[in-house]
């Protein structure tokens, strides 16, 4: 036997969806077999009415029993077509109810899973604005941004590469001077980025603006050119003189989340119904609706959609070329507030 579903459930929905029209099915096919039974019975009485006239005053008694059973006939007859008439539309309401209500039960599941994908990916980027915070105090970072002497600098370079043997979230963290110049690096062998002007980076601008080491820069996913190309989400946090939240400002540290893989990790995890996942994309979009993290890894970073938002924080809706969307936004987590980001999961029409 297989395992009860709770009520409310799509399984259990489209159960009863299913179990209606089959019983709509049979109240048309029994009340259609009344209606061949009574018109059989009209053709007999008419037949007999018939042989009635024929015998004549010996046959009047039987004649009044034909007209009788005619009546009958016409009575069962016009029972059976409202009766027909009731049950089809009974049902059909119960039909339309009960597929309402599995939509509704659908969407509201989608809208779970896309707030799950978006709360995951929430807490994993609280703890890189901890990090980066924590890593900015860090003394080797304090002193190399202080007096950036080639021992300071190659000093805070191993203590950078230390942090992130322990995070392997990140493919590299950078020390910048007040003027965005790149004095260390955590990976100096694989990225050579020593020497480098980070000045026009709009996250290096807001960093060196910050009034406090309280205080974060989260940016965009945007592909880094000098790690490779690749898709990174980038916090920065102030380097402050003794590592004090209000000591003078030294420089900033950037720190680069590997993004892709973190993310496909999230997208590809929602517990899509295994029927389901070839027609479903899971997403995870930017404040612009711009796909940073797709389940399909297609239109990363390229691809922009169209949320039903209104105003809604979530919701679903079906869309004009048969496709079902929901979306759940940001909820934020702690002291990271979001960046107006959305889960949103897409099936295909």
Not at 61 to 77: K, L, M, P, Y
Request: hydrophobic share 40%; with cysteine; glycine share 8%.
């Amino acid at each position: 036997m297989p395992p009860a579903q709770p009520i409310g459930s799509d399984a259990s929905l489209s159960s009863i969806a299913s179990r209606t029209a089959e019983l709509r099915t049979v109240a048309v096919e029994k009340t259609r077999r009344i209606q061949q039974i009574t018109g059989q019975m009209k053709i007999l009485a008419l037949n007999a009415m018939i042989e009635a006239q024929r015998a004549g005053e010996q046959g009047r008694g039987f004649s009044v029993v034909a007209q009788e059973v005619r009546t009958v006939g016409d009575i069962v007859a016009s029972v059976s077509r409202e009766l027909e008439d009731h049950l089809a539309q009974r049902i059909q309401d119960l039909q339309s109810e009960v597929e309402a209500l599995a939509e509704k039960a659908q969407g509201q599941r989608y809208v779970d899973l896309a707030l799950n994908a978006i709360e995951l990916i929430d807490r994993n980027l609280y703890e890189r604005t901890c990090d980066v915070r924590w890593w900015a105090t860090d003394s080797a970072v304090v002193d190399a941004a202080a007096d950036p002497s080639e021992e300071a600098c190659r000093h805070a370079s191993k203590r950078l590469g230390v942090i992130l043997d322990a995070y392997t979230v990140y493919l590299d963290l950078w020390l910048c001077d007040a003027e965005g110049t790149v004095i260390a690096n955590g990976r100096p062998d694989r990225y050579r980025v020593r020497g480098s002007s980070v000045a026009h980076e709009p996250w290096f601008r807001r960093a060196a603006s910050l009034t406090s080491g309280d205080d974060y820069v989260a940016a965009d996913v945007a592909r880094q050119h000098r790690l490779g190309d690749a898709q990174v989400a980038t916090y920065c946090a102030s380097v402050r003189e003794a590592g004090e939240a209000h000591g003078r400002p030294l420089g900033v540290l950037a720190i680069h989340f590997d993004w892709e893989s973190q993310a496909r990790a999230i997208v590809e995890g929602v517990r899509i119904a295994p029927e389901e996942r070839d027609a479903t994309r899971v997403l995870l979009l930017d404040a612009e609706q711009r796909v940073i993290a797709a389940s399909d890894g297609r239109g990363i970073l390229s691809e922009r959609l169209s949320l039903p938002i209104r105003g809604l924080r979530a919701g679903f809706e079906h869309q004009a070329d048969g496709s079902f969307v929901a979306f759940h936004a940001t909820p934020g987590y702690e002291t990271y507030a979001g960046l107006g980001w959305y889960g949103a999961i897409v099936r295909r029409g």
